[in-house]
């Protein structure tokens, strides 16, 4: 197999409302990442991006209509999505494109503008559910995921000030970060006390409603040289799709989170993964889903993950940093670009770029976790210095 | 070197222009399990990956890939979707496969057009939303424009254009899974009412249902299900600006084309493709896009398509067949699943396995789908039934 490296990273503030048309954020992720290796388009073979449901922008083949944005100009230019799994599993679909032999270089983009959904995009959500049995109860996204959250904490009896504590954290670390869509630190209280959306789920348990893109440039390891002293090797990826007929499943743990990190940790020769890694950047759209998710990625043992968290174990000078950059809680959630952010941030933080986020010593490998469909899908990046 | 890849299981279900007795997700199982049957009893968990191709408004849902796996046995497995044709999903699929880390990946893609209530209104949405969509027309007035102008800068005569129609959909005849063809002359195409000038309503291919899906192979894999595979030569995808008005080789060619095809001759060795290859199915949504992508794609000079058309050199018994499946026109036409009716032809050709409108000795075919309205995405496949 071919050795595939990140060699640029760049994104575009994450905001509630960007003036920005798709295509315009689009552009601006890709030109701070290929301006950050000091490449240009020319250089480019391909364009592999990403951006979940049509539906938030209201474009059909949304793909197509950003594809100039992304660079794809007269170039091979292909789009994938596994819903908000999509920002992480981009990079799995620039990765092929260079590992296969494909091209040598490429750049992965991720876009979501959700601020054009009139009056909430949440309501686009009711169109993600099965249209037989499901979207005739009308369901919001909040419903089935509080589902999940109080599955997760009846079972191993954490309480919601467990949960807020993930909120408190990711949100306070974000403020640190350039990007992100808030400059102001929260409370445990505040957190406990913002309006209950559907319970347990309150509105400062989840992220916030953002446009914004993010993008990386890949390239294989005789090009990589080339452009740059301090590669980012991907050492592994994996990704997962559970069945769709979510209430069928026990909603405590994450499976198809597992065999995705297994798929990745297999092909990056990780054997005891909760040792090894070094910066992990689970999903965390919700608070319980950070570590619901590190569950899942074999980095904390089911049941002990609150203890781990309440013990310090996941800050930024933690054992195990979980989210340095702040993640979707704090820096902001365009579905899509929120998964390519994570692998922004590894990237930094691997080359040790990542200013007030960055973690002590010298860490050396990352993994990045995206997730989303009906609670369903999983996608994992493990990168190595 | 990269890997080499085969097909080795094809398989189609309900491809007709209505299927209100299945649902989607039941329809792609009956490709599914037909191709897995086709491959010589393949069962599910095998198969290392699952590619699907869609695109959410022409579904009916959002985020449709959540609704991919169960049909295709895909569950708790490697699965993600393209949103784009299917023949791009083959070619994620491929490169899976040349990774090295899987050797059995498969892609499939379907049509549930009977249930969309007005095609035209959800395209409009696929148009710039501040330059064009405010027009409020019906998006095919695009490719009306692009005939016109291919027509002007080619010398391509409107006649020339019908009897592409008539060709297709009397070849669609011998094709029993085709569901437009007719005994028909040119002289009828141009009868039809007008729709956007210089277009007529028979110029205009119909929407089909269906699903196909098609199981890949690692060349070691493929030798081991010992079961006479299909190489994919090459594939090439390429897409030119969305935007109307900056494609900047102007809208008589299609860049589109003559990048993907670049790419994938380049990757099967092919220096004259008209020589070289033995057959091909070509995008024909609309009549004039059969010759303007035989342009395009280096078969014929810009140009000559409608006059070598005319002397038959792309009927069944020309030097070059051209959609002997009858095409868009014949067939119909299946939005994601357009790349893979295209392929499965090709497949089914190449293993002599046409039936009445079998080629003989044919050893290597060429498929190529474009995306549509108003898009310039288009895909090119070469396959060829022996390795060197």
């Known amino acids: 197999m071919r050795k595939v490296a990140v060699v640029g990273a760049g994104m575009t503030n994450f905001v509630r409302r960007a003036l920005e048309t798709p295509s315009e954020l689009s552009f601006e992720a890709t030109k701070n990442a290929l301006d950050s290796c000091e490449m240009n388009l020319s250089d480019i073979e391909a364009v592999a991006h990403g951006s979940a449901p049509d539906a938030f922008d209201g474009i059909h083949q949304k793909g197509e209509y950003l594809s100039d944005g992304c660079g794809g100009w007269n170039k091979p230019t292909m789009r994938v999505y596994v819903g908000g799994g999509t920002g992480v599993h981009a990079l799995v679909h620039g990765w092929y494109h260079v590992a296969s032999g494909h091209v040598d270089t490429c750049v992965v983009v991720c876009e979501e503008k959700m601020s054009s959904a009139l009056p909430h995009a949440q309501a686009f959500f009711l169109t993600i559910f099965d249209h037989t049995t499901e979207r005739p109860l009308g369901p919001t996204l909040l419903w089935i995921f509080a589902m999940e959250m109080n599955r997760y904490m009846e079972r191993y009896g954490y309480t919601k000030e467990d949960m807020a504590l993930v909120a408190v954290k990711n949100k306070n670390q974000g403020a640190k970060h350039p990007a992100s869509q808030f400059k102001k630190e929260v409370t445990l209280e505040e957190v406990l006390n913002s309006e209950t959306m559907a319970y347990p789920v309150s509105r400062l348990d989840v992220s916030p409603v953002s446009d914004g893109a993010a993008a990386v440039v890949l390239a294989s390891e005789n090009v990589a040289r080339r452009i740059t002293n301090k590669p980012v090797w991907v050492e592994g990826v994996g990704w997962n799709l559970d069945t769709a007929y979510w209430a069928t499943r026990d909603l405590y743990y994450p499976r198809y989170c597992e065999k995705a990190a297994r798929m990745a940790y297999d092909m990056a020769g990780i054997r005891e993964p909760d040792k090894q890694i070094d910066i992990a950047e689970p999903y965390d759209p919700f608070d319980y889903k950070a570590l619901h998710h590190m569950e899942g990625l074999l980095l904390s043992p089911p049941g002990k993950t609150v203890d781990l968290l309440r013990d310090g174990h996941f800050d930024q000078d933690g054992n195990l940093p979980m989210c340095p950059s702040g993640g979707l809680l704090g820096v902001g959630n365009p579905i899509a670009a929120a998964g390519t952010m994570k692998i922004c941030e590894l990237f930094w933080q691997l080359r040790g770029e990542a200013g007030e986020r960055q973690v002590p010593g010298v860490p050396r490998l990352g993994v990045a976790q995206a997730w989303g469909d009906l609670m369903q899908v999983s996608s994992v990046v493990v990168m190595g210095k | ?388």
């Open chain 2, 1 to 388: 070197m990269k890997r080499r890849v085969a097909i080795v299981g094809i398989g189609y279900a309900h491809l007709r222009s209505m299927s209100p007795e299945v649902s989607y997700r039941e329809m792609v199982f009956e490709a599914a399990t037909r191709c897995y049957r086709d491959a010589g009893g393949i069962h599910p968990s095998e198969i290392d990956a699952f590619v699907a191709s869609s695109e959410d408004f022409m579904e009916g849902v959002s985020i449709a890939d959540e609704y991919v796996p169960d049909q295709l046995g895909g569950v708790l497995k490697p699965v993600q979707s393209i949103a784009g044709d299917g023949l791009q999903g083959l070619a994620a699929a491929m490169m899976q496969l040349q990774t090295g880390e899987m050797d059995l990946a498969a892609a499939s893609a379907f049509s549930k057009s009977s249930n969309i209530l007005s095609k035209e209104n959800i395209v409009s949405y696929a148009c710039d939303p501040i330059t064009v969509r405010p027009l409020e027309e019906n998006p095919n007035f695009i490719a009306g424009l692009e005939m016109n102008r291919y027509l002007e800068e080619t010398g391509t005569t409107r006649q020339q254009c019908a009897e592409v129609v008539a060709k297709n959909k009397t070849q669609a005849l011998s094709n029993e899974y085709a569901s437009y063809g007719a005994e028909i002359k040119a002289a009828d195409i141009t009868k039809s009412s007008p729709c956007f000038a210089p277009l007529h309503q028979l110029d205009i291919s119909q929407d089909l249902d269906g699903a196909i899906v098609v199981l890949l192979a690692s060349e070691e894999k493929a030798r081991e299900l010992n079961r006479e595979p299909i190489w994919i030569k090459g594939i090439g995808w390429a897409t030119d600006t969305p935007n109307l008005d900056s494609r900047i080789s102007g809208w008589g060619t299609a860049e589109y084309a003559k990048l993907s095809a670049r790419k994938a001759y380049q990757m099967a060795g092919i220096q004259c493709p008209r020589k070289e290859i033995s057959l091909a199915e070509i995008d024909d949504t609309f009549s004039y896009k059969e010759l303007q992508h035989l342009e395009s794609l280096s078969i014929c000079s810009p140009g000559e398509a409608g006059s070598q058309l005319e002397q038959g050199a792309f009927s069944n018994k020309g030097d070059f067949p051209v959609n002997l499946s009858g095409g868009n026109l014949g067939v119909g036409y299946l939005h994601e699943a357009n790349g893979l009716q295209k392929l499965l032809e090709i497949v089914l050709q190449l293993r002599g396995e046409a039936g009445k409108r079998q080629l003989k000795d044919a050893h290597t075919g060429l498929a190529f789908s474009w995306r549509g309205i108003p898009t310039a995405t288009g895909v090119t496949a070469v396959l060829s039934n022996r390795l060197s």
